[in-house]
């Protein structure tokens, strides 16, 4: 097992100086956000980098801009920091629910957003789904210039980041739509989720579902959006028993993945009750306007 003590850490004061540092250090550098997932390498048994570029004091990356028509969420925000931001803003509170209730109090002081995106062999992160479902863009920095891509592709894209770039900041369209994050823990508080469903709806004025965004985390190795379901939920008003039968007949596309605490079959089969309960939350009222009324 490596010590992490043998490695070196450089504390970055500017987003230049991190790329410049990461751009050196080639395939040897990775960036260090709140070091959540880095620290536990040593019980994966995966080599650590030789050098690290901590990101958590660059201003910029610190930082979370709401505006009327997208917020912008430095990759270096805190699980904490962007769950107490966005607690007002009922159109985000998908995303606050998976700020929140992610993994325990402390870590979430330290976990970043850009973190929970970036790390590739992490299929329970909360944040990914939520942001799958709220449509967000992200925004990629290199010495040669900004990014600009959706999440979607990004999460096909992270593996193979070339050397030099770090996730800058997360962009999510303000569209006042209804949103909720349902996740099923294993046991308790604390543990990774078994099942993801993210949703976000938008109505037309007899109360039909116009829009539909479903994603599900932690169920396949990465999260994806669940468009079947979608077209299903398009066009009706929303109604959880609907909802959770048509979830039953098109959970055979998902091929859950299997890990020694839970087999796979188990998550695809707690889809449907996820997606009731998520259907259920958004059709009680429970969830704001987007005026967070
Ligand atoms: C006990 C425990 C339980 C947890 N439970 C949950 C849970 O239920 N749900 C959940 O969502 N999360 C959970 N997490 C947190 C999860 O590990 C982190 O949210 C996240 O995956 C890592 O964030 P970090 O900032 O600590 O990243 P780090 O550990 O610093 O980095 C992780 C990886 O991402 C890369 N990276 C970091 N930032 C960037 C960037 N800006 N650009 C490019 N690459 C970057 C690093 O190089 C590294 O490869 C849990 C963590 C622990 C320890």
């Known amino acids: 097992m490596q010590a992490p003590a043998s490695r070196s850490v450089y504390i970055a004061p500017s987003l230049p100086a991190a790329l410049d540092a990461l751009d050196e250090g080639g395939a040897a550098a990775a960036p260090f956000a709140g070091g959540t ?3 536990r390498a040593p019980i994966r048994h995966e080599p650590l980098k030789s050098l690290y570029v901590a990101i958590g004091k660059i201003p910029e990356l610190r930082a979370i801009k709401v505006d009327a028509d997208a917020v912008e969420v430095g990759a270096a925000v805190t699980h904490a920091a962007l769950a107490a931001t966005l607690a007002e803003l009922a159109e985000f509170d998908v995303l606050t629910a998976a700020a929140s209730r992610s993994a325990n109090p402390a870590i979430r ?5 850009g973190g929970n995106l970036a790390t590739t062999a992490f299929a329970a992160a909360d944040c990914v789904p939520a942001l799958l479902c709220l449509d967000a863009d992200v925004e990629i920095a290199s010495r040669g210039g900004p ?3 959706s999440l979607e592709r990004f999460l096909t894209m992270r593996s193979t980041l070339a050397p030099g770039r770090l996730l800058h900041r997360i962009i999510v369209p303000r569209r006042g739509r209804r949103t909720v994050h349902a996740r099923l823990p294993l046991r308790q508080a604390g543990d990774y989720p078994t099942a993801i469903v993210s949703l ?3 109505l037309d004025e007899a109360g039909h579902v116009r829009t539909a965004r ?4 932690s169920v396949e190795p990465v999260a994806r959006r669940w468009q079947r379901l979608e077209h299903a939920l398009v066009g009706h008003p929303l109604n959880a028993a609907k909802a959770t039968d048509a979830a039953a007949e098109l959970a055979g596309e998902f091929t859950g993945r299997d890990s020694p605490d839970v087999p796979a079959w188990y998550r695809v089969r707690v889809l449907p009750a996820l997606v009731r309960r998520a259907v259920a939350a958004l059709g009680s009222g429970a969830v704001g306007d987007e005026h967070g009324h």
């Open 37 to 39: 997932w880095i620290m």
């Open 109 to 113: 002081t330290m976990a970043t957003i």
């Open 147 to 149: 990014e600009r891509t």
């Open 200 to 202: 976000a709806v938008s």
């Open 214 to 217: 479903v994603a599900v985390g």
